[in-house]
């Protein structure tokens, strides 16, 4: 996990990430707040590391299951 961390990037919303972020929103039927860091991810060609279980599945996600 900190690997990860030490490598991530802040990538500040714009227009094209606002419009993926619609169109994921839309066909994936993903929230919007999960559609816009979903999209964020792809538009930088990035993976999105995530124990959320919205994301599990979905290609350039590393899904973390939780542990009880």
Known sequence: MIAYTQRCVV???D?????HAAEL???R???TADAVVYAS???????????D?????LPAVVFVPKHT
Not at 15 to 19: G, N, Y
Not at 41 to 51: H, M, P
Not at 53 to 57: K, L, R, Y
Request: net charge neutral; hydrophobic share 40%.
């Open 11 to 13: 990538a500040p919303p």
């Open 15 to 19: 227009t094209r990430i606002a419009l």
């Open 25 to 27: 929103h839309r066909q």
């Open 29 to 31: 039927r993903l929230a």
């Open 41 to 51: 991810a792809l538009e930088n060609y990035a993976e999105l590391l995530t124990c």
């Open 53 to 57: 279980t919205h994301f599990d599945g």
